[in-house]
């Protein structure tokens, strides 16, 4: 069965300063994978999929297969980014995806 | 608009009770799906449907039972055999597709749950 890891409960960063939250998988084939943002009071919402490649708010990640990893990084922190991230997984071809437990970015002005 | 909609915001249950929490999208979406959100937890998949008429247990699925009569509509209930049922209760759809096209699921609101 697939699993999603973010070590992190808590990441506290000051403005300006690079962010990584950090997201580590298990599973054998070759899934999907998800990164999800919870912004106070409001909806959990896509931010971006590996598949589409793109950076969305600064935001970027990339899939290391080697090293079964999907980091979301952004080279310089703003107070609005502050919010809950969840990391996804999907296996190919299926629909039923598995959520990290979520590392809260707090941006520290 | 499209959207989702989780109805009630707020729900309390006595002891003992069942409760429906309601889930309607209008995206024309074939997959819904329940997840729990507890604190320190994540999300746990409860119950999901791929089409009408037919539903999947999730990781979670004791003391929760789901229908899926009408393809906007996946209400779930909360049994009296659930016995931890306070939590923030997540509806979300997607497209059947895995391709190009599906970007990823559309969440609901929620509904928070507390049992009095």
């Known amino acids: 069965a697939q699993r999603v890891t973010q070590p992190e409960k808590l990441l506290s960063v000051f403005k300006g300063a690079p962010v990584e939250l950090k997201c580590n998988y298990s599973?054998?084939?070759?899934?999907?994978l998800f990164w999800y943002v919870q912004y106070s009071r409001q909806r959990l919402q896509l931010l971006l999929r590996h598949i589409s490649r793109e950076s969305i708010k600064g935001f970027t990640a990339d899939l290391n297969k080697g090293e079964t990893s999907f980091h979301l990084k952004k080279p310089f922190a703003q107070e609005e980014d502050s919010a809950m991230y969840y990391c996804?997984?999907?296996?190919?071809?299926?629909?039923?995806?598995?959520f990290g437990t979520g590392t809260k970015l707090q941006v520290i002005p | 608009d499209g959207g989702i909609t989780q109805s009630p915001k707020y729900l309390f249950r006595k002891e003992g009770q069942n409760v429906t929490l309601s889930c309607e999208q209008n995206l024309n979406h074939d997959a819904m799906y329940w997840y729990r959100q507890d604190p320190g937890q994540g999300l746990r998949l409860i119950y999901y449907?791929?089409?009408?008429?037919?539903?999947q247990k999730g990781d979670i699925a004791e003391g929760y039972s789901v229908s899926r009569e009408k393809k906007e509509s996946f209400p779930l209930t909360v049994t009296s055999a659930q016995k931890n049922p306070t939590a923030f209760y997540l509806c979300a759809s997607s497209t059947s597709l895995s391709g190009t096209g599906d970007y990823g699921y559309t969440f609901g609101s929620g509904t928070r749950l507390t049992v009095v």
């Open positions: 996804a997984l999907r296996p190919g071809g299926y629909q039923k995806v598995t």
């Open positions: 599973y054998s084939g070759s899934p999907e």
């Open positions: 449907s791929q089409i009408v008429n037919d539903f």
